[in-house]
């Protein structure tokens, strides 16, 4: 437990942990999913203790955009989530590694799409795959990581809009408002990027602006004049602290 406490720790300040070899070593959560009937129909997302990331979808051979004009394109890019979310995706996956919990409930349930998640780091393996799990944790993180992945591919769609679309703009972002209120999509701090190029942006429509300054609220960005902004909490100079208070490691750093 110490290690683990300590590696999330040091990833937070943004420190490198180094073995006894000098490698680094820290815990790095991953998760594959596929899903053929969808598009994107398969992607994999890579986190860190800090929040920080990796991000890479593949299209897959399903069903064209439909009513969409314009396809989102495959995905290849960094990441970053909040420190928050970070710490209850590795508290919740290191409590199951202890457990042992049982991942794939075998019920004859709609399929969803295989999710196969893993850990690793100093403490050890633990990996899960499943379609619908009977464990609430289990299924319920499977969920807010697919919600994260479809804010990403929100985002990627967004600024394939504001090169080719401009006017297409309007009712992407109210469904994204929308999907964000409902939970569909989480996580709004792996898109900031678009979203604040849409909040100053004079030539995209107003409401496209206001709902792009919404979500950047709900992200935890505060406005600091026009064209200026900083995280709320989420920063790294929380991060320490928020991972010691989630992860149950104080006492123990």
Known sequence: MKWFCLALALAALGLPLRGEVGSAAEPLFQVDYSNPGLIPASWTLTLHPDGSGHFRSERGDGAGAGSRRIETPDVDREIQVSAEFAARVFQTAQRKKLSRSQCESR???????????????????????????????????????????????????????????????DSEMEYLVEAEAAGRVQQMEAIREILERLADDPGVMERVRKRARVLLAKAGVREQGVG?????????SLASEILARLLGCEGVL
Request: proline fraction near 1%; charge should be neutral; glycine fraction near 12%.
């Open 107 to 169: 019920l004859k349930v709609a399929f969803q799409g295989w999710k196969k998640l893993r850990l690793t780091g100093p403490g050890g393996e633990w990996s899960c795959e499943f379609n619908y799990s009977q464990d609430k944790e289990i299924q319920a993180l499977g969920e807010s990581l697919m919600a994260v992945a479809e804010t990403i591919v929100e985002g990627a769609r967004l600024e394939l809009l504001l090169r080719h679309d401009r006017l297409g703009l």
């Open 228 to 236: 200026s902004r900083e995280w709320g909490v989420g920063n790294r």
